[in-house]
């Protein structure tokens, strides 16, 4: 079973700054199986890139993935005071179908 | 736009049986996307459940298998979580889920059950 790592725990950063949170794989997964969401308190998480890299219908420029192999990495340009929530990465597996989930990223306000 | 509501009860005993049904708007079920819950319990991370296809599935997260049963309604274009044999660490809130190409494109706004007597 591949476990997805996250890091670090939590992010205390401000607005205006560049966040980067890391997802690492204990075996190498495909780029095309990995996506990244957001949630914020209360609400359903929602998905903000695909595929690695893809930015999912209607999510700002700002936001932008990267990865390959076992580091994958999600990055938020230029943080807006509405960016700061948890983030979870996802790995999809086909044998047998199965999601699963890092334990995510507190991003908070410093 | 696709929108999902789930619906069941909030309060369940342990040793009982959770029921939870996800009604379908803006889309098929029918159609080529497939069909999932994902849970999260209070204050921790999410975990996926299973999923169902009109032409394939279910297919389901090997620690739950036992005791899970995803099935489809077409008539109603709904969809169906069952999960047995409940005990405290099932509280969660619960969604359902539009799963597209190997991610969760998505979700419904989640419903809380909680275990207890």
């Known amino acids: 079973e591949i476990v997805l790592t996250q890091s670090p725990g939590t992010l205390s950063l401000s607005p205006g700054e560049r966040a980067t949170l890391s997802c690492r794989a204990s075996q190498s997964v495909s780029s095309t199986f990995l996506a990244w969401y957001q949630q914020k308190p209360g609400q359903a998480p929602r998905l903000l890139i695909y595929g690695s890299s893809n930015r999912a219908t209607g999510i700002p420029d700002r936001f932008s993935g990267s990865g390959s192999g076992t580091d994958f990495s999600l990055t938020i340009s230029r943080l807006e005071p509405e960016d700061f929530a948890v983030y979870y990465c996802q790995r999809y597996g086909s044998s047998p179908a199965m999601y699963t989930f890092g334990q995510g990223t507190n991003l908070e306000i410093k | 736009q696709v929108q999902l509501q789930e619906s069941g009860p909030g309060l369940v005993k342990p040793s009982g049986t959770l029921s939870l049904t996800c009604a379908v708007s803006?889309?098929?079920?029918?159609?080529?996307?497939?069909w999932g819950w994902v849970r999260q319990p209070p204050g921790k991370g999410l975990e996926w459940i299973g999923e169902i296809h009109h032409s394939g599935g279910p297919n389901y997260n090997p620690s739950l298998k036992s005791r899970v049963t995803i099935s489809l309604d077409k008539s109603k274009n709904q969809f169906s979580l069952i999960l047995n044999s409940l005990n405290p660490a099932d509280t969660a809130v619960y969604y359902c889920?539009?799963?597209?190409?190997?991610?969760?494109?998505?979700w419904g706004q989640g419903t809380l059950v909680t275990v207890s007597s």
């Open positions: 803006g889309d098929s079920i029918n159609g080529a996307y497939w």
């Open positions: 889920a539009r799963q597209g190409a190997y991610n969760i494109d998505s």
